[in-house]
């Protein structure tokens, strides 16, 4: 997949063009607000008071796919997601225009002075939205466009497990990934395909349900929005939920109200803290920014699960 340049340099000369083609609006001010592993956000204030979001990304296809994905989560839930303006491509350039949602996300540590009262009403908010798109399922297990598996853990193994330990313990035997860390997969990996084969229901996930893309009301602590998927498909609920985590996911309680409010397997945590590691170590296959602190994170939690593990199996 072709790298493309989303740096802001660029993003910036070549914004107010495609946005004057696509609205017939002129764009009377560009401001960076925040970026991921694959893109770049703008705030953009147009000529008739709209503001509008626009994403610029670093890999081709991902601003239609999110567009899609946007499209069919938003119909699937009451919690508010931005609304698909336009997409734009070129040989160089892929971009995704969105309406502006208010809020802060809340990675935003002043969200962490809220009481407990206010936390918690804000994850059953969250896990109430949530288990919306969880209650949507579907025969088979992949694509939102064309699922083809019929067990979530054949998809698993077939798409994600096998080729991302493939292709990191190559950079691992390169030295361009840890060699203790890849250890730690190798052997999580044998236990995760050990247990007990769950007989789980293909439902509907957001993909990338961290902290970054949970917005709220920074005065009241409500929640206003869900944004940025990056993965959604047909998959077993547990797969949604490691992004819960990341970073001080834990501070507000997330990962544990969905839990009290929707029972997961019996082996749910290590099977969460598993999905986390991987996707976090597959980062750097696919050119994404990856961050040391959530990757280091995501492996102390694995390696806590699997001694808690080996206690019981």
């Known amino acids: 997949m072709k790298i493309l340049d989303n740096s802001d340099k660029h993003l910036q000369s070549i914004l107010p063009r495609i ?15 925040g970026g991921g592993s694959y893109g770049r956000v703008y705030k953009v204030f147009l000529s008739d008071g709209e503001n509008i979001a626009v994403k610029g990304y670093k890999l081709q296809k991902m601003h239609t796919e999110e567009a899609h994905q946007l499209d069919f989560l938003a119909k699937n839930t009451s919690v508010k997601m931005p609304t698909v303006l336009f997409t734009y491509e070129d040989d160089d350039t892929a971009i995704l225009a969105m309406s502006f949602v208010e809020g802060q996300n809340v990675l935003n540590p002043v969200y962490l002075l809220k009481s407990k009262r ?12 949530i288990l919306e798109l969880h209650s949507v399922t579907n025969d088979k297990f992949g694509s939102l466009s064309n699922p083809i598996y019929n067990s979530w853990y054949d998809y698993y193994k077939t798409e994600r497990q096998e080729p991302w330990l493939k292709a990191l313990k190559k950079l691992s035997d390169n030295e361009k990934f840890d060699k203790k860390k890849m250890q730690l997969l190798f052997d999580a990996t044998r236990i995760f395909n050990s247990l007990p084969k769950e007989n789980t229901v293909p439902v509907l996930i957001h993909g990338d349900l961290n902290i970054m893309n949970i917005m709220a009301d920074p005065k009241t602590f409500k929640l206003t929005a869900f944004i940025d998927p990056c993965g959604s498909i047909w998959a077993d609920r547990e797969y949604d939920l490691f992004q819960f985590r990341n970073m001080w996911g834990d501070a507000y309680g997330l990962y544990e109200t969905y839990k009290r409010k929707c029972p997961l397997s019996e082996f749910a945590d290590f099977r969460v803290a598993y999905y986390g590691a991987m996707l976090e170590a597959s980062m750097r296959l696919k050119g994404g920014h990856t961050i040391p602190l959530w990757e280091d ?6 390696k806590k699960e699997m001694k808690k593990i080996k206690e019981k199996i």
Request: aromatic share 12%.
């Open 297 to 302: 994170l995501n492996f102390a939690r694995l």
């Open 19 to 33: 946005i004057y083609e696509k609205l017939n609006k002129e764009a009377i001010k560009i401001k960076f607000i």
């Open 118 to 129: 206010q936390k918690q009403r804000f994850a059953d908010e969250v896990i109430s939205g």
